[in-house]
């Protein structure tokens, strides 16, 4: 039996939009991971960067991903970046202390949840200033923030440990 053609596989070469390396994109322009640095990447990149500040699916805007890439650091979205993520797609996530907290938009403003708490604010300018993990500010413990990124649907246990960045 013949193989149907699937536009949604990555069947198409395409520079990595970060160090040039060559690796694959479908053809709605979502960009496989680089084999060479590790980005994952879609087409309209630089548009999301002028327009909101963030990548998709990395969150990294492409101008920063370049510079963390050429200095040796890993790719890591700043709180800013995570804020115009929020802005963008409604719902986040990220990782602490190997424990996941969903952020996401509500009808009744911004909520941060995790398993075992919740907290609500009104909108993104309260929820910068008052965000906070066992009392402390998210912004003042970003650096000891792994994954954060947009919210993705699977399993309740695939939020049991950060994927690998």
Sequence with gaps: MEKKYNPMEYNNVKKCQICGHLTFMDDYGNI????????????????MEKWHGISYPMLVPLSRAREQYKSGQKFKA?????INGLNWYKEMLFWHNNKYFAVYYRQEGISLESRDMEQMYKDVDEFCDKANIEGRLLKDIW????????????????YDFPPED
């Design 78 to 82: 700043t709180f800013e970046d995570f």
């Design 143 to 158: 650096d000891e923030v792994v994954h954060p990124c947009f919210m993705y649907c699977g399993e309740e246990h695939d």
């Design 32 to 47: 496989d991971k680089c084999p060479n640095c590790g980005w994952i990447g879609c087409t309209q990149n630089t548009l």
